[in-house]
Structure formats: structure tokens, C-alpha cells
């Protein structure tokens, strides 16, 4: 099956044609499977390590000169077919005003939590103007990215919420559940408002240039489906439809989301992110039958870079074996690369990838 949405391409964008990423992110079969890891940039590369040295994570991301440099680190040393920004999810939440910080080790923390109506009533918007550093960083990375395409990506709506209300990480979501469920009308109301900062975030990307995005549902897997049609799909479905008229591939990620894999799949993305709890092949049943193509990314468990590279090479075969069954196939890990991880074993990952073929 053909890729007929993304293939109008407005003026100015760059074309990229040639891109194994973007022709599998379009349906079309690549010259090569194309490869990148979520988390890429970061704390697995010492020259990251190096550049960050001093500066605290959300002054980076409001950096330009920084935030291109490691965005393009990666891509140079792994060779890796897509660059993505270099950010975070809450660096939206942050521009509009909402007092919060990423603590190393931790992720990010919250000031004053968000549980009421009365604290979603407070909550401020994002304009534009409040993000312009990262447009200024997307329009600075595709003037140097040559024929590397660029993925842009937000939190999606759930996630964000997810520490807004809980004031941090969490393992349980407890908090969050239980707004949800004690007080629908606060919780969509709150919902309302991020998926809101959530498009004026993409929209900024898309405007300075990205070629490609990802909507990073991450903790959305604790949700039963139930919860995820009524509670969270519907404010996904705002994002996505606010940016049906930007034409460049859409990825959908979150982790533990077997179960959700259909409704993710039918909430406007074009490609659907999988962990590696779900072989590809299976990802590609649970999502068939929706009017268009299978298009998949993964789904390589971030913790088997660890292993010896024999067992690596033969779960990379059969990862790659699997997504033959999608009408496309991105490899990439299941979720982001760990901070410890060799990094020399990441570039071998994407070389035995390429080795392997269309
Ligand atoms: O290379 C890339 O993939 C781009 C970089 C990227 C970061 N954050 C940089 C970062 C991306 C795509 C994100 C998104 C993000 N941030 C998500 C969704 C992706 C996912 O992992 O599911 C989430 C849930 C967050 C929230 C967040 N921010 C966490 C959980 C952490 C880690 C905390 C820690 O220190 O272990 C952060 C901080 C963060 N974001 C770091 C980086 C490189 C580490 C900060 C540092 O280097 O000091």
C-alpha cells in the first residue's frame, strides 16, 4: 500500500527523497532499513558529556549553538539516518511560564503541582514567542544537517500531565489516576490546556523546518484502553488533526502500550513507535485493517546493548526479520538509550543494520 498523505511537500521544506528514513517514515521501500535511537544525544556520549559540563539541562535546550551541536552529535559519530532536536518534553511547560526544573538523575520536577480546577484555571499558554530559541535551533540544524533529516518532538498530553499532577517521575500514576477518574471535567480541562501548548510546540518546529516529528506518549502504557479512549485519546486526536496540513511523517510512541497499539495507531499518527515487549510482526496484525499503511518503529530492548554483541546480532536479525512484515520499518530501541551504555556498541548496532539491507 502507498503513502498518499505525505507526499505534498510544502514549498520551502527540504525534500529528502532519498532518505531511507523518510521513505520508510512514507510507505515507500527504503534503499536501506534506516536506523535511530530515542535518546541518542546524551548522557551515553562523553563529547555530550563534555559540552554539558556547567550548564543545567533546560539553559542547554534554550541554547541554540548548544542544542544543534548535540543534536548533531550523534549523527556523526553512529551515522545514525535521522538527527532528533535536542530538548525535553517539559521545555514547552517551562517557556509558558510553569515553574519547574530537571534535576539530574531524577527528570523533571514540578513546583506546584497541578490538582485542582483551580490550578488548571491558572495555568498559562504557550505563545510562540515563548520557544523561539528552539525554532531558531531547528532553522540552524537543517542548514547543516545536509541530507540527515530532522525529528522534531513534543509530550504528548497524558505524559505531560502525568508530572504536572504527580509533581514528578512516577512509578504508580496514582495521583493522575484518580483525578481522572474523581474529576473528569478538571482532568479534561487540563488536558485541553496541554494538548494546546502541546501544538503550538510542533507547530514552531514544523514552521523552522523539521522534516519529521514524534508525539511521545511515554507513560501512557499504565493505562487500561478503556482509560486511553475516553481519558486521553480524544486530546491526542487534537494534535494530530491541528497538524493534518503539516505534511512530513508523524511517529506515536509510548512504552508498555501492547495494548494500546490500535488506538495509537488510529489517533492521526502515520507511524507507530513500538517497545519491545511486542514483536514487530505482532504490532503489524493489532494495527492492520485501519484504512492505511502499517508503518512501524523499534523495537530493540534497550538493555540488550548490554549483552554479548553475537546475541545482540541475532535479536537486530530478527527485529529486522519481523519488521518486514510493516509497509515500513524504522529501527530503533524499544525506548531511549541508558546513560551507561557503550556507545561504540551503538554505532556497530547501525552499522549491522545497513549491512543488512532494504
Ligand atoms: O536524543 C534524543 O532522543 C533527544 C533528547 C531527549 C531528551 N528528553 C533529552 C534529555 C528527548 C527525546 C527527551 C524526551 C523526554 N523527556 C521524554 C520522552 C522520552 C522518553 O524517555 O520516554 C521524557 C519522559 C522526558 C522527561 C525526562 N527528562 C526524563 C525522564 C529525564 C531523565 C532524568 C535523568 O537524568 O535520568 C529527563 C532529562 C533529560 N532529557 C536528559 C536528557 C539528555 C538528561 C539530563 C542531563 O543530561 O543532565
Not at 221 to 227: A, F, M
Not at 292 to 321: C, H, S, T, Y
Amino acid at each position: 500500500m502507498t503513502l498518499e498523505m505525505n507526499t505534498n511537500l510544502p514549498t520551502g521544506r527540504r525534500e529528502l527523497s532519498g532518505s531511507p528514513f523518510m521513505q520508510a517514515a512514507r510507505g515507500i521501500t527504503p534503499s536501506r532499513v534506516p536506523v535511530w535511537f530515542m535518546r541518542q544525544a546524551g548522557r551515553s556520549l562523553p563529547e555530550y558529556r563534555a559540552l554539558r559540563a556547567g550548564t543545567q539541562m533546560l539553559t542547554a535546550c534554550a541554547t541554540p549553538d548548544l542544542v544543534t551541536e548535540i543534536t548533531l552529535q550523534p549523527v556523526r559519530r553512529h551515522h545514525v539516518d535521522a538527527a532528533i532536536l535536542f530538548s525535553d518534553i517539559v521545555v514547552p511547560l517551562k517557556a509558558a511560564g510553569i515553574d519547574l526544573d530537571i534535576v539530574p538523575n531524577t527528570g523533571p520536577v514540578i513546583a506546584n503541582p497541578v490538582r485542582d480546577a483551580a490550578a488548571v484555571a491558572a495555568m498559562p499558554d504557550l505563545d510562540p514567542e515563548h520557544v523561539r530559541p528552539v525554532g531558531d535551533a531547528v532553522r540552524q540544524l537543517v542548514g547543516e544537517l545536509g541530507d540527515t533529516p530532522l525529528i522534531g518532538f513534543a509530550g504528548a498530553p497524558f505524559t505531560l500531565a502525568s508530572y504536572l499532577i504527580e509533581g514528578g517521575p512516577s512509578k504508580n500514576h496514582e495521583r493522575t489516576k484518580a483525578l481522572m477518574h474523581t474529576d473528569p471535567d478538571t482532568w479534561h480541562a487540563l488536558l485541553g490546556k496541554l494538548a494546546e501548548i502541546t501544538l503550538t510546540f510542533l507547530k514552531v518546529q514544523a514552521d523552522a523546518g523539521i522534516d519529521a516529528m514524534q508525539l511521545f506518549d511515554s507513560w501512557a502504557g499504565c493505562l487500561s484502553l478503556r482509560d486511553y479512549r475516553e481519558f486521553v485519546e480524544p486530546h491526542t486526536r487534537f494534535v494530530f488533526d491541528g497538524l493534518a496540513d503539516v505534511r512530513i511523517p508523524k511517529i506515536h510512541f509510548g512504552v508498555g502500550t501492547g495494548e494500546l497499539l490500535r488506538a495509537m495507531g488510529e489517533s492521526g499518527a502515520d507511524v507507530v513507535g513500538v517497545d519491545w515487549r511486542v514483536p514487530l510482526d505482532e504490532a503489524v496484525r493489532r494495527l492492520d485493517g485501519r484504512g492505511k499503511p502499517n508503518l512501524v518503529q523499534g523495537n530493540l530492548d534497550p538493555a540488550l546493548l548490554f549483552a554479548d554483541w553475537p546475541v545482540l546480532q541475532r535479536e537486530i536479525d530478527r527485529i529486522v526479520a519481523e519488521g518486514r512484515a510493516a509497509d515500513g520499518h524504522i529501527f530503533n530501541l524499544g525506548h531511549g538509550v541508558l546513560p551507561n551504555v557503550d556507545p561504540t556498541v551503538l554505532t556497530r548496532v547501525v552499522e549491522h543494520v545497513h549491512q543488512l539491507g532494504a
